[in-house]
């Protein structure tokens, strides 16, 4: 089992910054990946960005890309989502999950989320 803690969401204007936290605990090790997700509301959960433990690599969905950095911190067990020039369709509740699978793309374990609200 993984838990994971979500930190960092608020109201924020239009332009602003916000950093996201996610904190895991528990059978880290077998963790491949960390992604963030978010659900607006009506809308289905969409992915935001990924990456791995141990090589660092990185992929962004395209609505983000050039605006949200995704980092880790691994003796912290700690991946982080720095958003910067949001937008208000970026307003939704924002969650980590841990990927354990290298060969399939299947998230395992869910944070219970943290709400983001960008104003216009």
């Known amino acids: 089992q993984v838990q994971l803690v979500e930190y960092g969401g608020g109201l924020v204007q239009a332009g602003g910054s916000l950093r996201l936290s996610c904190a895991a605990s528990?059978?880290?090790?077998?963790?491949?990946?960390m992604g963030w997700f978010r659900q607006a509301p009506g809308k289905e959960r969409e992915f935001v960005a990924a990456?791995?433990?141990?090589?660092?690599?990185?992929s962004y969905a395209d609505s983000v890309k050039g605006r949200f950095t995704i980092s880790r911190d691994n003796a912290k067990n700690t991946v982080y989502l720095q958003m910067n020039s949001l937008k208000p369709e970026d307003t939704a509740v924002y969650s980590c999950?841990?990927?354990?699978?290298?060969?399939?793309?299947?998230?395992?374990?869910w944070g219970q989320g943290t709400q983001v609200t960008v104003s216009s």
């Open positions: 528990g059978r880290t090790f077998s963790s491949y990946a």
């Open positions: 990456i791995t433990w141990r090589g660092g690599t990185t």
């Open positions: 999950a841990v990927r354990t699978s290298v060969t399939i793309v299947k998230y395992d374990y």
